[in-house]
């Protein structure tokens, strides 16, 4: 069965604390607006011509495709991020390109390091980029947590 291509797109984020590395995992999702669906990791391509929405209402289980990143720790006072970006391409007949980023260290050096991944991403493929949109979040641990960032394809 062939999924149709996805026209809609939207960014989400959100950090949160657990008793486990799963807890705090699933807690960020909660936060970022996609933890009551079965988030389907896929690969970093933004359909052609694809445009921006705000994070609809996600049906309860609903299969959503998303390109994310996340850190996770659980050593306290440990700063964690997650950041993912879109590259939007001048001609909207062309792909975009997603990339994630996450690490142990600033919100900014995880936005700055997406970037830069998109950026490289649109060099290779010689594409001229129109635009970068960017969600992040970050968090200092206090028992277990989390950073998540997405980009979730949408019909």
Not at 33 to 45: F, Q
Not at 119 to 133: D, Q, W, Y
Not at 144 to 149: L, T
Request: glycine share 8%.
């Amino acid at each position: 069965m062939i999924i149709p291509r996805p026209d809609k797109y939207f960014l989400v984020a959100g950090y949160g604390e657990g008793l486990t590395p799963l807890n705090a995992f699933d807690h960020a999702l909660i936060k970022a607006g996609i933890g009551n669906t079965n988030v389907l990791r896929m690969s970093s391509i933004l359909p052609p011509g694809a445009r921006e929405i705000p994070p609809p209402p996600l049906p309860y289980g609903a299969l959503v495709p998303a390109a994310y990143a996340d850190e996770t720790s659980d050593v306290p006072g440990t700063r964690v991020a997650a950041a993912v970006a879109c590259g939007v391409p001048a001609d909207a007949a062309l792909p975009g390109v997603i990339m994630e980023h996450h690490l142990q260290d600033s919100e900014e050096l995880c936005r700055e390091q997406v970037r830069r991944k998109v950026e490289e991403a649109f060099a290779i493929r010689g594409f001229k980029l129109a635009e970068v949109k960017i969600a992040s979040a970050s968090g200092v641990v206090q028992r277990v947590g989390s950073a998540v960032a997405a980009v979730v394809l949408w019909t």
